[in-house]
């Protein structure tokens, strides 16, 4: 098994032989089985070991073993203690989720502290099976059938060719010992069940199970890559504007596609939707329907599908600005004060006003119904309802509106029109310049 895992590492992982390496170890065959072979390459590597505190006394026992282990290989060791249970409770995980974001959360920091180039674990064949029928019992898309990748950033699972018995038996011939967890055996979680009652039945049907299964999975995974060229065609066809903060897509450009439904999938997937056909629902919609993720929100306009961020709670909050602000944060962006001689109206993100005619404190807020100001340039006043009705401002354009107010009047519809019972004269004396900044 040496030869063939160095074969694999001179054909399809050479940059490992020039990296500072951290192997995530547990004690058990398959991170110690990764460890031998690394160090037998003579690859630089250190071992990072976590101690959940889930087993007690065996828990420990682990972390003495690899502690024993790194000493024996005279190898650089980190370990780290959690109170796994208190997290899982206090973000509201299971306690193997729990499990999983401490352990990559600390390998993460490890990294970047101690600048090691990559991250190794020691995920094999049979767990990318399990993976993989773990995901088709669930119900998931090409990506989750395409199984745990070899190289995915700085992690890297180098031992994903090879069979957990093929490890067992290199363990064996070698007198390399390993530690047992004994929550492995028990048939409680989902992937234990798989591994100890539904894969032996698979593999005794078919005992070259393994093997076919990775000619799957490489066949998926070329497939993938044709769907991904083919969603960036789309993609060219479909957008119509992009900003920072929202995508528009042709609902007509969609419905010329094949599959509407598999296309808005592969396009929208990465934004955590879930209601599938509520968003195919959308393209016959009425002007207004949404679908909300726990991030992003899609919203029906016109002809068009609009993508935007949902933004967090504490930026949708009024804000109350003094006299003396020269700067302040807002969910459009950094609003800047100072006093000018000089005027420029050709940016829609800077107004001009008569600074005397101001009563402060000013306030940031979002629009409400009944609101209506004196658009600059008119003498009469208009509701903002029928401005944006006037201005064919979309639903979200709409929600996002924000005014500046000077003792509930409005000032500026920002970004947009300011109001014209502020605007500078030949009598103005002082003459305050406010201008937005977009965040970058």
């Not at 363990?171 to 004994?182: F, H, P, Q, R």
Request: proline share 2%; net charge negative; charged share 30%.
């Amino acid at each position: 098994m040496l030869k063939a895992f160095q074969n694999h590492i001179e054909q399809n992982l050479k940059f490992l032989r020039e990296a500072k390496v951290l192997i995530a170890i547990s004690g058990g065959l398959d991170s110690v089985i990764l460890t031998h072979l690394c160090k037998d390459l003579k690859l630089n590597i250190s071992l990072a070991h976590c101690n959940f505190n889930l087993r007690g006394n065996e828990s420990d026992a682990d972390e003495e073993f690899v502690l024993q282990l790194a000493e024996d290989l005279e190898l650089e060791v980190f370990v780290e203690n959690f109170d796994t249970e208190t997290f899982a409770k206090d973000h509201k995980l299971s306690t193997q989720m729990a499990a999983r974001a401490l352990r990559y959360h600390w390998f993460q920091e490890l990294a970047e502290q101690l600048q090691f180039d990559y991250i190794l674990t020691a995920h094999h064949a049979d767990d990318n099976l399990e993976t993989f029928l773990i995901n088709l019992s669930r119900g998931t898309g090409l990506e989750g059938l395409t199984g745990i990748p070899e190289i995915n950033g700085k992690v890297i699972r180098p031992l994903l060719n090879f069979s957990r018995e093929e490890l067992e038996t290199y363990a064996l011939e070698n007198k390399i010992a390993w530690t047992e967890d004994s929550s492995n055996a028990s048939t409680k979680y989902l992937r234990n069940k798989l591994r100890h009652d539904v894969i032996p039945v698979l593999k005794e049907i078919n005992p070259h199970l393994l093997q076919n299964f990775q000619k799957s999975q490489t066949y998926l995974q070329d497939s993938r890559v044709i769907v991904e060229d083919r969603i960036e065609q789309v993609l060219e066809k479909v957008v119509v504007r992009m900003s920072e903060n929202e995508i528009h897509f042709s609902i007509s450009n969609i419905k010329t596609l094949t599959n509407p439904k598999a296309y808005l999938y592969e396009i929208l997937k990465e934004y955590h939707f879930t209601e599938w056909q509520d968003i195919v629902d959308l393209l016959e919609a009425q002007t207004g329907k949404q679908v909300l993720s726990k991030s992003h929100r899609l919203l029906k306009n016109r002809d068009e599908l609009i993508l935007s961020h949902i933004r967090s709670g504490d930026l949708l909050k009024s804000i109350v600005i003094a006299q003396e602000t020269k700067n302040v944060k807002t969910a459009l962006g950094n609003l800047v004060f100072e006093i000018t001689e000089s005027l420029d109206t050709s940016s829609k993100s800077t107004i001009y006003v008569d600074k005397d005619l101001l009563k402060y404190p000013l306030t940031v807020r979002k629009w409400e119904k009944g609101d209506y100001f004196y658009p600059f340039g008119m003498e009469n006043k208009k509701k903002l309802s029928k401005f944006f009705k006037d201005e064919k401002f979309s639903m979200l354009e709409k929600e996002n509106t924000w005014l500046l107010c000077s003792n509930n009047d409005v000032v500026w519809v920002m970004n947009h029109r300011a109001d014209n019972r502020f605007k500078t004269t030949n009598n103005t004396k002082s003459i305050l310049k406010i201008s937005l900044h977009n965040e970058t």
